[in-house]
């Protein structure tokens, strides 16, 4: 099996040696850095989504890590109700419940935020 140093792309154009190192970097170093990177709100204590629920501004929508633990395919329900002003969101806490499933796949988030976009 070859192994990118073994490959001599140099004569290959410069935009196809830019896709497969970015296919490369995407489905091996990116992929272990995340699975391997442990978010807060992977398992919210009850002391944490407690001290964040009541506070107004406790999430700055665009300014948070909590969209990169979305996988790629997921960032639909991310998109929905960020950019479009998900009235679950909204009426009930962000994240809705189809944001924390879908999304987050951890139902404990769900509305943990109140939604201030």
């Known amino acids: 099996m070859y192994t990118c140093s073994m490959l001599d792309m140099s004569s290959l154009p410069e935009d ?3 896709y497969i190192w970015r296919i490369y970097v995407r489905e091996h170093l990116t992929r272990d850095l995340i699975n391997s990177y442990e978010f807060i709100w992977n398992e919210p204590s009850d002391r944490l989504k407690s001290l964040i629920s009541s506070d107004k501004g406790a999430i700055q929508h665009g300014a948070h890590e909590l969209a990169d633990m979305i996988d790629d395919q997921d960032m639909w329900a991310y998109h929905t109700c960020v950019r479009g002003k998900c ?3 909204t009426q009930y ?4 419940m189809n944001l924390a499933n879908y999304g987050f796949r951890n139902d404990k988030l769900t ?5 201030n976009f």
């Open 16 to 18: 196809v040696q830019w």
């Open 93 to 96: 806490g962000f994240p809705c």
């Open 87 to 89: 009235e679950n969101c």
């Open 111 to 115: 509305a943990v935020f109140q939604a």
